[in-house]
C-alpha cells in the first residue's frame, strides 16, 4: 500500500505557500465542524517557506491548540538553536494560538516530561500533522537507529545519530559538530502516525534520497518516512530538487 500523494512545485517558495493553503483549507473545513483543531508543527530550515505562508492564511487561531515534534535535551527555550525559540519566533508569536504545549528538553524530570506530553496527545484527535522528513530519512528525531514503527510510547528520550546531528551543523543551527546535542525528545512514530492527516513539506537537492526511500524503498526503519505509505492522508510537498530522483 502507499497512498503519499506526492505534489511537486518549482521552487521551496511555490512549495511553501502551496502547503499553506492547503493546510489552512483542511483547517477552515474542520473548525465548521468542531470547536478546536489540534495541530502539530515542525521545525527545521525545511519549514520556513511553509510557515512563513501559513501565518499569512485566514486562520482563526484563536481556536488551534499546537504542539511540536521534538527538542534537544539540555537547551533552554532561549537557546537559538531550540525548537520551541524555533516556533515562538518564526509563527507562535504572532498568530497567538490558544493553547501552545511546548516539549521541554531541559527540565529535570525528562521520563515524566515525555509521559505527560503523551498524555495531553492523547487526550483528543490530533487533527493535522506538518511535519519534514531529514536527510537520513527520519521523522521527527526518529533516526533509523532509534525509530520503531511499533513503538509502545507517544514519546521518548532518543539518541542522535552522527548523520542527523551532522544535518544541524551543516543547516548553522550550532557554531560546531562537537556542540550538537547527543539526545534529544521526540514523538514517536505511532504518535505522529496517529494524526488524521498529515501534510509533509520536503524542499532541497539534500533530501531527494530519503524522498526517494520514503516513496519507493522497502517499509523499513532504515527510512523511518517509509511508515507514511501506511498512512491513508499524506500530502506530500516537493520541490523539482527533492523529487529529482522521482520517475
Request: glycine letters at 4%.
Amino acid at each position: 500500500m502507499n497512498s503519499v500523494i506526492p505534489f511537486i512545485h518549482s521552487d521551496n517558495r511555490a512549495l511553501g505557500k502551496a502547503a499553506a493553503q492547503e493546510v489552512a483549507q483542511k483547517i477552515v473545513l474542520l473548525l465548521q465542524e468542531k470547536e478546536e483543531v489540534r495541530l502539530i508543527l515542525a521545525t527545521g530550515t525545511s519549514q520556513f517557506s511553509f510557515l512563513e505562508a501559513l501565518q499569512k492564511e485566514a486562520i482563526d487561531w484563536q481556536r488551534i491548540t499546537v504542539f511540536h515534534l521534538d527538542e534537544y535535551v539540555g537547551l533552554s527555550d532561549q537557546h537559538p538553536a531550540s525548537f520551541r525559540h524555533y516556533l515562538y519566533q518564526r509563527i507562535l508569536k504572532n498568530v497567538q494560538p490558544k493553547t501552545v504545549h511546548y516539549l521541554a528538553g531541559d527540565a529535570k524530570n525528562l521520563d515524566q516530561i515525555c509521559r505527560t506530553y503523551a498524555e495531553k496527545l492523547q487526550q483528543n484527535v490530533i487533527d493535522i500533522a506538518c511535519i519534514g522528513i531529514g536527510e537520513n530519512g527520519h521523522l521527527a528525531f526518529n533516526d533509523p537507529p532509534v525509530a520503531q514503527f511499533d513503538d509502545p510510547v507517544w514519546v521518548k528520550r532518543v539518541t542522535l545519530d552522527e548523520h542527523c546531528r551532522q544535518q544541524q551543523f551543516d543547516e548553522g543551527w550550532f557554531p560546531s559538530l562537537e556542540r550538537v546535542p547527543k539526545e534529544a525528545l521526540t514523538l514517536t512514530l505511532p504518535a505522529i502516525m496517529a494524526a488524521d492527516y498529515i501534510s509533509c513539506v520536503v524542499p532541497e537537492k539534500r533530501k531527494a534520497t530519503a524522498v526517494y526511500n520514503a516513496l519507493n524503498g522497502p517499509l523499513s526503519t532504515s527510512c523511518p518516512a517509509s511508515i507514511l505509505r501506511n498512512h491513508p492522508k499524506v500530502v506530500l510537498h516537493l520541490d523539482e530538487e527533492s523529487a529529482s530522483l522521482l520517475s
